[in-house]
C-alpha cells in the first residue's frame, strides 16, 4: 500500500503542483488549506505523513505542531514542516516543538519527495536479515516468534504474540478494536473477541518497563492502541 500524506498549505497552486508530483511518485496525496480542514481531514483519516506550512490562514503551523504532540491521538504522527522563513530560529524551534523535518521555501518537488521517502525510511521499524522488528531495547523476532527486552525472552503465548506484532507493524498508528480483530483473522474468536484489553494488559507486564506507565503500548481513549514509534531514550 502506498503511502498517505496530508498536504497541509494555502497555496492552491504549490499544493496542486505538489500534489500531483507526489501522486505521480506512488503517494497517496489528500490537501487542506487551513488548520481545520486539517483537523477534519485527520479525524476521519490516518495518514503516514503531513507535510505542514508554518503559516496558515487560521493558525500557525508551529502551535498545531505543539497540539498534536499533546494530543495522544497524535502524538506521534510524523510531520514535515514547510516555510517561506528560512532562518535557522525558524527550523530549530520547529524541531523543538516535534517536526521531524523541515524544509524551506522555495524547495524544488524532487527534493520534498526525497526528503519523504527519507523519513518514511527512517520512521519504519527496524528489520534485519533474520525478520526482527527493533525498537530501542525491545527486539520482535518474527521467525522464532519470540519477543526480547534487553535481551531477555519476554513471556508471552502465541496469541500474545500474535498481537504484539500486529501493533509493531503500524507503528505510531491509531488502531481500534475492530482493526486489530480484523489483522487477527483466523484465531479461534474467543481467543480474542471483547478481551483485547485483558491481553494487551498481559503484553505491557511483560514488555514494559512500568506498566501503569507504558511507552510502547499506549492506550488513545475512544479509539483504540497505538505502538509508539520511539520507547527509549537510547533509542535510535
Known amino acids: 500500500m502506498s503511502a498517505r500524506l496530508l498536504l497541509i498549505d494555502d497555496d492552491a497552486r504549490l499544493t496542486g503542483m505538489v500534489g500531483d508530483y507526489l501522486r505521480a511518485a506512488g503517494f497517496e496525496v489528500s490537501t487542506a488549506g487551513s488548520l481545520a480542514q ?10 503516514e505523513l503531513l507535510v505542514l506550512d508554518l503559516m496558515l ?22 510531520v514535515l514542516m514547510l516555510s517561506a522563513r528560512g532562518e535557522p530560529m525558524d527550523r530549530i524551534l520547529g524541531l523543538e516543538l516535534g517536526a521531524d523535518d523541515y524544509l524551506a521555501k522555495p524547495f524544488e518537488p524532487r527534493e520534498l519527495q526525497a526528503r519523504i521517502k527519507a523519513l518514511l525510511r527512517r520512521l519504519e521499524p527496524k528489520l534485519d536479515g533474520d525478520e526482527v522488528l527493533r525498537f ?41 478494536r475492530d482493526q486489530i480483530m480484523d489483522a487477527l483473522k483466523g484465531h479461534p474468536l474467543e481467543a480474542f473477541d471483547r478481551s483485547i484489553d485483558v491481553h494487551i494488559s498481559r503484553i505491557r507486564a511483560v514488555i514494559e518497563d512500568d506498566p501503569k506507565n507504558p511507552r510502547r503500548v499506549l492506550t488513545v481513549r475512544g479509539a483504540g492502541y497505538v505502538f509508539a514509534r520511539k520507547q527509549d531514550a537510547d533509542a535510535d
Open 38 to 47: 486539517a483537523r477534519e481531514a485527520l479525524a476521519h483519516s490516518r495518514f
Open 57 to 78: 490562514p487560521d493558525g500557525d503551523g508551529l502551535d498545531f505542531c505543539r497540539s498534536l504532540r499533546g494530543d495522544p491521538r497524535w502524538r506521534h504522527q510524523p
Open 136 to 176: 530501542g531495547r525491545l527486539e520482535i523476532d518474527l521467525a522464532a516468534r519470540v519477543a526480547r527486552l534487553d535481551n531477555k525472552i519476554c513471556d508471552l503465548t502465541s496469541h500474545q504474540f500474535d498481537l504484539l506484532v500486529v501493533l509493531a507493524q503500524s507503528p505510531g498508528r491509531v488502531l481500534s
